[in-house]
């Protein structure tokens, strides 16, 4: 297991400057699974070790991933045009980490989103060689009609691209709802895809991606980091 002392343990998971680290060590405002620290030479594993600072504790690790209920509002961007980036509903320590949104959510587009310093995981969920589905719970303005369902399932031609996309699932869960499943990540998929079968989209909530779901207890705009279990849903 990789040990690394102390300053450079909190330089990595996004508390500053090894400078600054060094300094809030010495003052006595960090401690290590539960004991304070005033050595900023000590060692420590890299990964799951116990941090306390600023009445905050998690545990550190080489790699975090990071699940996020998206509001409506903000833009998966660090260089926004017109709205709050979102990477701004996390703590500081987490936005000097560098985490990268796993694909984009539009705006007006709330629900699961993953964010990541781990570029291997990003690769996966986003190639579109592995197909990985992601489920959205549409709002359309108007009334769903079995042959829309049917011509989602089917394949449509957006405007401007040939090729024509599958819907995985389109499953009526009123007259102006459906849960959609789509394995492909193009520009505004979803939005085009309802369009192109004569409707509008007027919500669309993003409620899984793969086998992870958007847990029931996250409010929105709240955010946690991705456990192991949640990690292996993502895997298979």
């Known amino acids: 297991m990789s040990v690394v002392t102390l300053e450079r343990l909190l330089q990595a998971e996004g508390l500053g400057s090894r400078r600054e680290c060094r300094g809030w ?3 006595g405002a960090v401690s290590v699974n539960q004991q304070p620290v005033t050595d900023p030479q000590q060692t420590f594993p890299r990964d799951g070790s116990l941090l306390s600072f600023n009445d905050e504790q998690w545990f550190s690790q080489t790699k975090l991933t990071v699940l996020l209920h998206k509001p409506a509002g903000v833009e998966c961007s660090h260089n926004p045009s017109h709205h709050p980036p979102v990477h701004q509903l996390l703590p500081i320590r987490l936005r000097q980490r560098g985490l990268q949104c ?5 705006q007006d587009t709330t629900g699961l989103l993953l964010l990541t310093d781990d570029g291997a995981l990003n690769h996966a969920l986003t190639s579109p060689k592995h197909h990985i589905p992601k489920t959205y719970l549409v709002t359309t303005a108007h009334a769903l009609t079995p042959k829309m369902l049917a011509d989602l399932l089917a394949g449509v031609v957006l405007r401007d691209d040939p090729h024509p996309v599958f819907a995985q699932a389109a499953e009526p869960v009123d007259s102006h709802q459906l849960r959609l499943v789509i394995t492909e990540g193009r520009y505004h998929q979803v939005k085009r895809m309802l369009a192109a079968v004569g409707n509008r989209v007027v919500a669309l909530h ?5 086998a992870l779901t ?3 207890d996250l409010a929105c705009g709240q955010w946690a980091t ?3 279990q949640q990690h292996s ?3 298979n």
């Open 102 to 106: 796993v694909g984009r959510l539009d």
């Open 25 to 27: 060590i010495m003052a």
């Open 233 to 235: 849903l993502l895997a």
């Open 226 to 228: 991705l456990s192991a």
């Open 214 to 216: 958007l847990p029931p």
């Open 206 to 210: 993003r409620e899984a991606i793969g």
